[in-house]
């Protein structure tokens, strides 16, 4: 027997409900996962990529806001010359957290001054 488009439509509306109920009860369990994580490791928003802090426009632009946040990006990109790199291409500019190089490299007996770039 074939399905006519309505029964499809129908099966489909029925599948959709069912696989949102399942995706809200995961959606609970990996909540409550990364809730326990949060609390065991002490993580911050910040840490986690989730900060609210808004970054300062910068006072000696007159762009537009929409304009300014682009040049802005492009600016620290190139601005942010690495001040560390290591024989692998691993580079670093020295601001936020220690890359996971970098902290192998000095536990491994290097010296910032070793790979100053």
Known sequence: ???TYLQVQKQ???LQKEADTLRKKEAAGVLA???EAIAVYGFTAEELGVSTRKARASKASAAPVARR?????AAAKSAA?????????NVWGGRGP????????LESGKTPADLAA
């Open 69 to 73: 946040k682009g040049a802005k990006k």
């Open 1 to 3: 027997m074939t399905k």
């Open 81 to 89: 010359a690495p001040r560390f790199k290591d024989d692998q291409g």
């Open 12 to 14: 489909i509306a029925q």
């Open 33 to 35: 996962r990364i809730k």
């Open 98 to 105: 220690r890359p996971a190089w970098f902290k192998a490299a």
